[in-house]
């Protein structure tokens, strides 16, 4: 049984780099989603896909993030330019329905 | 403005006690997910709850979603050690919109000592 997968779990750069992560979500579900978490935060949403389509971005998402689902199965998120202020935990859900599987998360640290 | 209100936000009990924690907004939602994340993890989902007055239980915890779909509880009985984690609730379809987009609340740190 493969849950969602994200990759990598760990990302640690200096500030102005760009990252990218992968997420990889259950494989019959259409629906992908982002998030992130700081510290003594819960979860905030970012943005999601219905198959290849974005259908809705967070005001969180500024215009240095940007999110991809290609071929409506795995999906990108890369930040630009990074700032101290991107250090969290993002976060990569899939759902069929509304119930959402999160996967591990990819901790990213801006120097 | 928290959307959704944990209490309490941290609990620290001993194993075998129960406990009940509790997740409120002055928003109806129309579903509502309990979930629990370990450090350096993702949140696991516990449970879903869609009607008003519903009552979930699995095993030791048990879920009830209030009758005007705005809070709901979970109550643990006979805490273990393993119950340790953040609670987190979350809510889809907030007063009527997308029910994709989850609002989740800061959670409850429960720790249970042996």
């Known amino acids: 049984d493969t849950g969602v997968s994200q990759d990598p779990r760990h990302k640690i750069t200096k500030r102005g780099q760009n990252v990218t992560f992968r997420c990889d979500p259950i494989?019959?579900?259409?629906?992908l989603y982002w998030y992130r978490q700081t510290l003594g935060q819960g979860p905030e949403f970012l943005t999601y896909?219905?198959?290849?389509?974005?259908?809705?971005k967070s005001r969180l998402l500024s215009d240095r993030f940007s999110a991809e689902r290609p071929k409506g199965s795995f999906s990108t998120l890369e930040i630009q330019r990074t700032e101290q202020g991107d250090s969290a935990m993002y976060l990569c859900?899939?759902?069929?329905?509304?119930?959402?599987?999160f996967g591990p998360g990819t901790r990213l640290t801006v120097l | 403005t928290q959307l959704l209100e944990q209490s309490p936000q941290f609990l620290s009990i001993q194993e075998g006690e129960n406990l009940t924690v509790y997740c409120n907004s002055s928003?109806?939602?129309?579903?509502l997910q309990w979930y629990r994340q370990e450090p350096g993890e993702g949140p696991v989902l516990l449970v879903t709850?869609?009607?008003?007055?519903e009552v979930k239980k699995l095993k030791r915890l048990t879920f009830q979603f209030g009758d005007a779909r705005k809070d709901s509880s979970l109550h643990i009985t006979a805490a273990q050690p393993g119950d340790t984690g953040l609670y987190l609730c979350a809510g889809a379809g907030k007063s009527g919109g997308s029910n994709y987009k989850l609002t989740f609340g800061k959670g409850t740190l429960l720790t249970v000592n042996p």
């Open positions: 896909f219905q198959n290849e389509a974005q259908l809705e």
């Open positions: 494989s019959e579900h259409n629906r």
């Open positions: 928003s109806v939602f129309s579903s």
């Open positions: 709850v869609v009607t008003g007055g």
């Open positions: 859900a899939s759902s069929s329905y509304n119930e959402q599987f």
